[in-house]
């Protein structure tokens, strides 16, 4: 199975969110990563067909998606970042509800249900209504639903969001568990979920990707450059504003180590360390936005 | 499709809101019902005077001598008989109002005086059978049926407003990216639509029947809607029909409002972002043509009444000249109505799948 974008660009005014993408997804877990911005959203939406393209095209096996109809949506899972739900469902309700959109049959629906509401571990509030849920169960959810019809590609918007740490490693199984013979895409600001998960990082930047490889490849982009030094605690405002700080940790003596992301070392007792990809993400994205 | 038209439909009825708005329109036909009956008055002329349940029996004593065909011979009878007794101190007696049979033949064959005009039936009728009998209670009916149907017709707006645009609130994500979500989705959306519609008219409509049934009983529904008392008169319905007849149409019309209403809110409720919006634009195009001021002579009045708001109205449809086959004018709603669920289907559905999420 082969996704691919070809020239995609989706502009909203004079503001171009996609711009001439070309992107090439087969089997295996893609992270999605990028500021606010970046265009991630987007991508996903129009990767869903829920969004029209102001030019290029989506293809699925050489074949046009806004053609393929319902055999591509067959085929999908969609986890949004943001949505809705009817609040006097119950969980169940809900589940049942989109197996019947995703065409589901009464026999598969049983099954499904049931193996996804345990898979999130909803099982016990399973008729609960939806309103009464909080924010890491309502995300839960949703994972539910979108994995609900075994979908060939899975797109997951910020599918951590909400979660505690527990929920995280329980998705994390879970995806991996999944990924097997299938596109899953899936974009965070979290970026050790993906670190684990995934197998190609895309590195998004105003609508473009920035750089894209396997996660410990990736990294080597910016080999020499990640730095470790301890400073006074008292001192770490005025190096937080002078130096690209990507973490820092306090030890004892009134001393703290900051990992430091600089081309040279940034003071005499820095120690050049192994690059991770939240180093590279910062390198990339210092400001924390998509400029 | 079943399945999806059930969560539908649940979706649709099972609001709180929608709940409250059906038990509200209950309410008011219950309450229309009772007050109409309660404000009627009859005095038999001589010792027998009282009001609701009372004047009704005394209408209904007083009809059963005139039953029948109505002649010279009767209208004359009835002049005799109800002629005033006392000084009316310069009131017409045209408007004089002691039971439903005076008020109707005064309203046609009596002076300023209270004598007889000189006119015969054929004068006033030409070769129409007028069948005399208690109609005021369903003359009354109707009138309160009309009222009830606008109310409906709201409510209907406010039942199918959030069908397409509720799900903007963020539920289209999961829905468009289904399988069934651009296709078989819109037409479970439309046929739950429809179908709520349709039985929530039923179930008021059968309730107001009800109501008049308990009130009134089954007596006049053979008999003509053109004796009526002077409230019935001038911009009545003009065509000899029995308030049997009347009341078929008036069912009929109120079917048609719903399933009208139900197309035109169907399309507002796909083509905007916001329920609140679909409601309003809703209300605002069914609330439009009373706001055309559109005599009944202009060739284009014929099209206006074909608006659901005049169905439910019904007074100005019916109204309408009869045509060739003696139907009335009315009967174009049906396939005004068919037209616009037809429209609001397709258009719906086209624009719910085009959709962009945002």
């Known amino acids: 199975m082969e996704l691919k974008t070809i020239e995609l660009t989706k502009m909203y005014g004079s503001k171009t969110a996609v711009n001439h993408l070309n ?213 770490v405002d005025q190096y937080t504003t002078a130096l690209n700080i990507s973490n820092s940790r306090n030890i004892e003596n009134n001393c703290t180590v900051l990992r430091v992301i600089a081309d040279c070392a940034p003071m005499t007792n820095a120690v050049q360390v192994r690059p991770n990809l939240e180093d590279l993400y910062l390198f990339y994205f210092k400001g924390g936005n998509n400029q | 499709m079943r399945k999806l038209i059930k969560f539908e439909l649940r979706k649709i009825l099972t609001k709180r809101l929608m709940l409250i708005a059906i038990a509200a329109v209950i309410l008011l036909s219950i309450l229309l019902g009772v007050s109409i009956s309660q404000s009627m008055y009859a005095f038999d002329g001589t010792s027998n005077e009282g009001t609701g349940q009372t004047a009704i029996s005394i209408d209904k004593s007083i009809v059963a001598k005139y039953k029948g065909v109505l002649t010279d011979e009767k209208v004359q009878q009835m002049m005799a008989d109800f002629k005033p007794k006392s000084d009316l101190h310069g009131m017409n007696a ?125 007596d006049g529904l053979d008999c003509s809607i053109l004796f009526g008392p002077l409230a019935f008169t001038e911009g009545y319905i003009p065509f000899n029909i029995t308030c049997g007849t009347l009341l078929k149409y008036q069912v009929l019309l109120a079917f048609t409002s719903a399933a009208s209403v139900t197309g035109i809110t169907l399309i507002l409720s796909a083509a905007c972002k916001n329920q609140m919006v679909a409601y309003v634009a809703s209300v605002a195009i069914y609330l439009l043509p009373i706001m055309m001021p559109i005599a009944e002579t202009d060739l284009l009045f014929k099209l206006i009444v074909l608006m659901p708001f005049y169905h439910s109205q019904y007074i100005s449809i019916m109204s309408v000249e009869q045509m060739g086959n003696g139907m009335l004018y009315a009967v174009w709603a049906i396939p005004v109505a068919i037209i616009l669920i037809t429209f609001g289907f397709a258009v719906s559905c086209r624009v719910f799948a085009k959709h962009q999420v945002s």
């Open chain 1, 23 to 235: 992107i090439t997804l087969s089997n295996g877990v893609y992270g999605l990563l990028g500021a606010n911005g970046a265009g991630k959203t987007t991508l996903m939406r129009l990767l869903c067909a829920i969004q029209t393209p102001t030019s290029g095209k989506i293809t699925l096996n050489g074949k046009k998606i806004t053609g393929l109809g319902e055999e591509y949506r067959g085929l999908l899972g969609y986890l949004p970042q943001h949505f809705g739900y009817y609040s006097d469902f119950t969980a169940l309700d809900f589940l049942l509800y989109v197996a019947a959109l995703k065409g589901l049959n009464e026999k598969t629906t049983k099954i499904k249900v049931k193996e996804q509401l345990e898979a999130v571990g909803l099982s016990e509030v399973s008729n609960r209504k939806i309103k009464t849920f909080s924010g890491g169960m309502k995300q839960r959810l949703g994972i539910a639903q979108a994995m609900l019809n075994d979908p060939r590609i899975l797109i997951l918007d910020e599918p951590t969001a909400g979660l505690d740490p527990k929920e995280r490693v329980r998705f994390r199984n879970l995806i991996s568990a999944f990924s097997k013979d299938r596109i899953v895409i899936l974009s965070t600001h979290i970026v050790s979920d993906v670190e684990f998960i995934a197998g190609e990082i895309i590195m998004m930047k105003s609508g473009q990707i920035l750089h894209s490889g396997k996660p410990q490849e990736i990294t080597t982009e910016i080999d020499g450059q990640v730095w470790e030094c301890t400073v006074p605690t008292n001192c």
């Open chain 2, 94 to 218: 045209v408007y004089l109002y002691q039971n439903a049979m005076q008020s109707a033949v005064f309203a046609r064959f009596s002076d300023i005086n209270g004598d007889w005009n000189g006119l015969s039936v054929a004068d006033v009728f030409e070769n129409e059978k007028i069948k005399v009998g208690y109609v005021n209670g369903w003359l009354c009916t109707s009138q309160n049926m009309a009222k009830v149907s606008i109310v409906l017709s709201l409510v209907i707006i406010l039942m199918i407003a959030p069908v397409f645009s509720g799900e903007y609130d963020g539920v289209d994500n999961i829905i468009l990216t289904s399988k069934y979500g651009k296709t078989k989705c819109g037409t479970a959306k439309v046929m739950a639509s429809l179908l709520a519609t349709l039985l929530v008219t039923a179930f008021v409509v059968i309730t107001n029947i009800m109501i008049a049934f308990m009130i009134y009983g089954g």
